[in-house]
């Protein structure tokens, strides 16, 4: 009997060579799990490489606006030109675009990952030229047959008003997250119990906000805390928000409650999980929420706004407050911090939550995904 031939996947990391955030976040996790597939019905093939990505230092962090101008151009040129001329040279069934942006044309099926619907719902934040190509591209796509996976059922409802939902299939990211208990030998990064948020400093994040709610919080809680905030300002002008959260510190004459700790290595953002009172995540706008799922895995409760992502990820197993305010937050704060029940029962629901988010769930919805459409 002749051996079945496998299906070739090319997928695209190009954008890996800026990503910092979600979308980087959720192109690693690809990738490992591409490295654990043991199936027999698919060959991926990664382009460009790993390890030319990982040496490239160019496009990281803060980058001067000609840095800009030179990765869009290397970008387009790539999706329009090079992506598809790879796809023939592979012979290639489906190209896997997990950046937002398919080429136009190509050899076999074209399937984008969109991870939320920013580009239509915040376009102050972007160029306006950049943007007006960007979303021609998307559109052209989509109307010449690329398929489009959301990265949560919310995700789906919001891009849906923008993109016809028959292009649309939502397929929840999932993370192989080992549950992390607390080390006897380590010491807690502060003297103090702390609230931690995790995250570059971006407006959409609500952190000032954050700082509001934190002082509410004070102004009732007798003992005392600290708020960290993990991570950089903004990757571009237009999206940070640095200036106006440290000015908030000041009004509220918080610079010793308030700890910006700027870059963290793995090992010393560990720690800082491994000892916090809760996780605050006060985000407007997210298209899924993976901090949720790794303050899981540390067992700390976890604490959002009314937002629709996060909601779907934490399930029971997050607080919510009732709205995007200081008081509603800084309430949910000072109940947490009061409520030990509350915060073992959350830590339990927030383990068993994370079964549902696994890596390799992720992996055969996708791949079950992939076969479904080469069989269209």
Same mark, same amino acid.
């Given at each position: #009997?002749?051996?079945?031939? +496998?299906?070739?996947?090319?997928?695209?990391?190009?954008?890996?060579?800026?990503?910092?955030?979600?979308?980087?976040?959720?192109?690693?996790?690809?990738?490992? /799990?591409?490295?654990?597939?043991?199936?027999?019905?698919?060959?991926?093939?990664?382009?460009?490489?790993?390890?030319?990505?990982?040496?490239?230092? #160019?496009? =990281?962090?803060? $980058?001067?606006?000609?840095?800009?101008?030179?990765?869009?151009?290397?970008? *387009?040129?790539?999706?329009?030109?090079?992506?598809?001329?790879?796809?023939?040279?592979?012979?290639?069934?489906?190209?896997?675009?997990?950046? &937002?942006?398919?080429? &136009?044309?190509?050899?076999?099926?074209?399937?984008?990952?969109?991870?939320?619907?920013?580009?239509?719902?915040?376009?102050?934040?972007?160029?306006?030229?950049?943007?007006?190509?960007?979303?021609?591209?998307?559109? $052209?796509?989509?109307?010449?047959? $690329?398929?489009?996976?959301?990265?949560?059922?919310?995700?789906?409802?919001?891009?849906?008003?923008?993109?016809?939902?028959?292009?649309?299939?939502?397929?929840?990211?999932?993370?192989?997250?080992?549950? +992390?208990?607390?080390?006897?030998?380590?010491?807690?990064?502060?003297?103090?119990?702390?609230?931690?948020?995790?995250?570059? @400093?971006?407006?959409?994040?609500?952190?000032? @906000?954050?700082?509001?709610?934190?002082?509410?919080?004070?102004?009732?809680?007798?003992?005392?805390?600290?708020?960290?905030?993990?991570?950089?300002?903004?990757?571009?002008?237009?999206?940070?928000?640095?200036?106006?959260?440290?000015?908030?510190? +000041?009004?509220? /004459?918080?610079?010793?409650?308030?700890?910006?700790?700027?870059?963290?290595?793995?090992?010393?953002?560990?720690?800082?999980?491994?000892?916090?009172?809760?996780?605050?995540?006060?985000?407007?706008?997210?298209?899924?929420?993976?901090?949720?799922?790794?303050?899981?895995?540390?067992?700390?409760?976890?604490? &959002?706004?009314? /937002?629709?992502?996060?909601?779907?990820?934490?399930?029971?197993?997050?607080?919510?407050?009732?709205?995007?305010?200081?008081?509603?937050?800084?309430? #949910? @704060?000072?109940?947490?911090?009061?409520?030990?029940?509350?915060?073992?029962?959350? =830590?339990?629901?927030?383990?068993?939550?994370?079964?549902?988010?696994?890596? /390799? =769930?992720?992996?055969?919805?996708? $791949?079950?995904? *992939?076969?479904?459409?080469?069989?269209?």
């Amino acid at each position: #009997m002749k051996k079945k031939e +496998k299906k070739v996947v090319l997928v695209d990391i190009f954008f890996q060579h800026l990503a910092q955030t979600g979308i980087k976040t959720y192109t690693d996790n690809l990738l490992i /799990q591409i490295e654990r597939y043991k199936g027999d019905s698919f060959t991926f093939i990664i382009t460009p490489s790993k390890e030319s990505i990982n040496k490239s230092k #160019m496009f =990281k962090g803060k $980058t001067a606006r000609w840095k800009n101008l030179w990765f869009q151009l290397r970008y *387009f040129s790539h999706k329009l030109f090079v992506l598809p001329l790879l796809s023939i040279w592979y012979k290639a069934d489906i190209v896997f675009s997990p950046d &937002i942006l398919s080429p &136009i044309w190509s050899r076999g099926k074209r399937v984008s990952v969109i991870h939320d619907a920013f580009f239509w719902e915040t376009p102050e934040h972007y160029n306006k030229l950049w943007r007006k190509f960007y979303l021609f591209l998307l559109l $052209t796509g989509v109307k010449l047959g $690329t398929k489009v996976i959301t990265v949560s059922h919310y995700a789906k409802t919001t891009v849906a008003k923008y993109l016809p939902a028959s292009s649309i299939t939502a397929i929840p990211t999932g993370l192989d997250l080992e549950i +992390k208990d607390q080390d006897e030998n380590e010491q807690a990064p502060l003297p103090t119990p702390y609230f931690l948020h995790v995250g570059v @400093m971006e407006k959409r994040k609500n952190l000032r @906000m954050l700082i509001e709610a934190f002082a509410v919080f004070l102004e009732r809680k007798e003992s005392d805390y600290s708020l960290v905030l993990v991570g950089q300002r903004g990757p571009r002008e237009a999206l940070d928000d640095f200036d106006g959260i440290l000015s908030l510190v +000041k009004k509220h /004459q918080l610079e010793e409650k308030v700890v910006f700790t700027g870059y963290l290595s793995n090992k010393q953002l560990s720690t800082y999980y491994k000892f916090a009172e809760a996780y605050v995540f006060p985000s407007i706008n997210e298209g899924f929420g993976l901090p949720v799922l790794e303050a899981f895995s540390y067992g700390l409760p976890v604490l &959002i706004g009314p /937002q629709g992502a996060l909601k779907e990820v934490g399930g029971n197993a997050v607080l919510v407050s009732e709205r995007f305010e200081a008081k509603s937050f800084g309430a #949910m @704060m000072l109940k947490i911090s009061e409520d030990s029940q509350l915060r073992t029962s959350l =830590k339990q629901l927030g383990y068993q939550r994370l079964s549902l988010f696994t890596g /390799q =769930k992720f992996l055969l919805s996708l $791949t079950d995904y *992939f076969n479904s459409i080469t069989n269209e």
